[in-house]
């Protein structure tokens, strides 16, 4: 208990799988967390099981305007955030990810979410964390930011073509993003997390894509995984509480890997 007591917690995503039970662990060791959630039934539901000083915010990624008033919302009740997970992301907009069936249409959709999202997280993130100028100008900033990657930003993802790119991106983005923060001496960590195959509703969308046959390819994609198990939404969660705590203090710019070791094959 209290590994983050106090600090001011942020998940978008929160209203189910990875970013929910990151919202819980990060709340069960002492976070006032916001769930940022685009369904406001799901954000709701995991603020009532939370209780205490967990709030909801309705929110889309997607929109500047939208993440101005996220931080403003959380400055109000809260004050300046301590943790950002930026969860929120989309698998697909249809059933097939291929290069010769991908339109423009669902590339966009996809990378406005899971690319453009984590970018204006990282920006808002980074300018509400730094109010007071930063440690190394004698201010109150400094802070945790995670963002969600996947192991599809690691390897090649013929049949998600999309959502692959995407994940890459945000690899990349979290090691810009963690040394320009570093170098202006801001206090701010940032880390990616990269689950590979997680029981959650987005792990049964990923058995769906193609063929359809969700069972048949679960079976087949669990072969692949050398512990032979696949992961639960708290394995990823725990890693995050991790990158959010300050027992991460020296870590950042950080690739933490989630997959039961598929890509260390």
Same mark, same amino acid.
């Given at each position: 208990?209290? &590994? ?9 995503? !929160?209203? @189910?799988?990875?970013? &929910? +039970? ?16 685009? #369904? ?13 000083? *967990? ?6 990624? %997607?929109?500047?305007?939208?993440? $101005? ?5 959380? *400055? ?17 907009? $249809?059933? #097939? ?5 991908? #339109? ?5 959709? /996809?990378? +406005? /979410? ?19 100028? !930063? %440690?190394? &100008? ?30 890459? +991106?945000? %690899?990349?983005?979290t090691k810009s993003v963690a040394i320009d923060c570093a &170098? ?15 029981? @959650? ?19 087949? %994609? ?7 198990e696949a992961g639960q939404a708290v394995d990823v969660a725990n890693c995050i509480l991790f990158l ?22």
């Open positions: 208990m209290g &590994r983050v007591e106090g600090k001011i917690a942020i998940v978008t995503g !929160g209203g @189910t799988g990875i970013g &929910r +039970a990151a919202a819980i662990r990060l709340a069960a060791e002492g976070a006032i967390v916001t769930i940022a959630e685009f #369904d406001a039934e799901s954000g709701q539901a995991v603020v009532a099981e939370l209780g205490g000083d *967990a709030a909801f915010v309705q929110h889309d990624v %997607r929109e500047e305007a939208s993440w $101005r008033s996220l931080m403003a919302a959380v *400055a109000d009740r809260h004050g300046r955030p301590d943790i950002l997970v930026n969860n929120a992301g989309i698998l697909a907009t $249809r059933n #097939d990810q291929a290069l010769a069936d991908t #339109d423009m249409a669902q590339w966009r959709a /996809v990378q +406005a /979410v899971n690319v453009e999202g984590v970018f204006l997280g990282c920006k808002y993130g980074v300018a509400a964390m730094t109010l007071g100028g !930063g %440690r190394a &100008r004698g201010g109150a900033g400094g802070g945790a930011i995670v963002n969600m990657s996947s192991i599809a930003g690691l390897v090649g993802t013929p049949h998600l073509i999309a959502y692959g790119a995407s994940k890459g +991106a945000v %690899r990349q983005m &170098r202006k001496g801001l206090g701010i960590r940032c880390n990616s997390v990269h689950p590979g195959i997680i029981v @959650t509703n987005m792990g049964d969308k990923v058995m769906g894509m193609g063929n359809g046959n969700t069972e048949a390819n679960w079976a087949a %994609r669990l072969k692949l995984v050398p512990m032979g959010a705590s300050d027992e991460a203090r020296h870590v950042t710019g950080a690739e933490l890997v989630v997959d039961g070791g598929m890509t260390a094959i």
